[in-house]
């Protein structure tokens, strides 16, 4: 049978014991934060209860034998209900459950399991962003299970911060992980479990990012390059993506069908629903990569849309000139090394913004756009601002046109923003697309 007794444990450079269910299973163990935290001199480390008679102490230590005597009870009624033993895990569940009335974090006030629990209510994708936030708090703090709302203070995540750059130099990336904290946070105030909120002094400060999209005269690079046809698939569905202004991979790859000349998709990240006009040049690339039981055949081809991304970017940072080693092999000359598939969406905002789209049209097509409720009505207005700015967008890198006037002819240098010499060598020169249907 499982035994269990109180212990408090050291932390915060020896001024404060936290307090903790120790469960013993055979030569497993585990230790169940209670969210109790007492001073140091305070604690008597032998009876590992409160010292002094003060009516706070007294209060405490009523509340310690209250926990002890429900833990142990329990463990007495689950070796007489049960006939197979329980795992140490099913027990730290139980004892969570039924000794210290763990409701989401409401009862208990635990940051961490209202936190698990807000992961569970997400998307899948975003569970997995969720689910690394939790993995990079365990391993920072190793008491994170008693973690309570108000622990997480000013300082607490500031030493979180200096942690997470040992491994994570990047500011914006280390960011993802302060916004799933002040989520989970609002969400617990929204409910009335807590009111503490350490963001009001602690900022989560966004670095400049690297280039994150191609422009014009790139993407006509990257569009018209006589790759490898077995490359050409790959740079065909960044293309659709951009076409369909910007729209997700993943988004494009449960797409079913097109509906009088649009794709209606609800997009995963946020549960928005939204409309795209399938305009002929991407009518042109479905057509080539029609599906079974989704619109395109990568799910006919791969087991979800995630490995197909990993293999769409690796395949993308690859598209350029090869030369031949003498003694074999080959040495790849990627026109876009750190290209990736969500360039594409950077790349349709980008180029709208640069043709004087205005801003809540391009965040409309991004699917960015606000919780309001509207009118049909308005809705249907606003569809036809996007697929007016989608048009432009096309027919500025697509053809060199804007607002129907020719600025660059396609198929010359400039039209690649190359000398001469450079687009011949790329095996751009000559190429000549046709003009929009």
Not at 341 to 366: C, M, N
Request: glycine share 6%; hydrophobic share 35%.
């Amino acid at each position: 049978m499982a035994t269990i007794k109180i212990i408090g444990q050291l932390r915060e450079e020896n001024t404060i014991v936290r307090v903790y269910i120790l469960i013993r299973h055979g030569k497993e163990r585990v230790q169940i934060g209670t969210g109790i935290k007492i001073p140091a001199e305070k604690w008597d480390k032998w009876r590992c209860r409160v010292k002094g008679t003060t009516p706070e102490a007294r209060r405490i230590n009523l509340h310690l034998n209250e926990i002890e005597a429900r833990a142990e009870r329990l463990m007495f009624e689950l070796s007489l209900r049960l006939r197979k033993s329980l795992t140490i895990k099913e027990l730290e569940s139980r004892t969570r459950r039924e000794v210290l009335g763990d409701e989401p974090g409401r009862e208990s006030g635990s940051f961490m399991r209202l936190m698990r629990h807000y992961c569970g209510m997400a998307t899948p994708a975003t569970q997995r962003v969720y689910r690394c936030t939790i993995s990079r708090i365990e391993a920072f703090d190793p008491d994170s299970d008693g973690l309570r709302f108000e622990d997480i203070t000013v300082d607490w995540l500031t030493r979180f911060n200096v942690w997470l750059s040992r491994t994570s130099k990047s500011q914006n990336y280390r960011n993802i992980h302060f916004r799933n904290i002040r989520t989970v946070i609002n969400y617990a105030i929204a409910n009335d479990m807590t009111a503490h909120y350490p963001f009001k002094r602690f900022r989560i400060r966004p670095e400049e990012t690297r280039k994150r999209s191609l422009d014009a005269e790139e993407l006509r690079r990257l569009f018209d390059y006589p790759c490898e046809p077995q490359e050409r698939k790959y740079v065909d569905m960044f293309k659709l993506s951009f076409l369909l202004c910007g729209i997700n991979i993943g988004d494009l790859c449960h797409i079913e069908k097109i509906d009088n000349g649009r794709i209606e998709y609800r997009r995963a990240k946020t549960g928005r629903l939204l409309s795209v006009k399938v305009e002929p040049e991407a009518l042109e690339i479905i057509r080539s990569m029609r599906g079974k039981g989704q619109l395109l055949d990568v799910m006919d081809r791969f087991t979800d849309h995630l490995s197909y991304m990993g293999h769409l970017n690796k395949r993308l940072k690859q598209i350029g000139p090869v030369t031949y080693r003498r003694h074999g092999g080959k040495e790849r000359h990627p026109l876009f090394p750190e290209i990736t598939s969500y360039w594409a969406r950077h790349s349709w905002a980008t180029i709208a913004a640069e043709l004087d789209v205005p801003d809540a049209v391009i965040s409309s097509g991004l699917g960015h756009a606000g919780e309001n409720r509207t009118t049909e009505i308005y809705i249907r207005r606003n569809r036809k601002k996007t697929d007016a700015a989608n048009r432009r967008v096309i027919d500025w890198v697509l053809y060199g046109k804007t607002d129907g006037v020719q600025s660059v002819r396609p198929g010359t240098a400039a039209y690649y923003g190359l000398t001469e010499r450079q687009a011949a060598s790329l095996g751009l020169i000559g190429q000549r697309p046709e003009d929009p249907l």
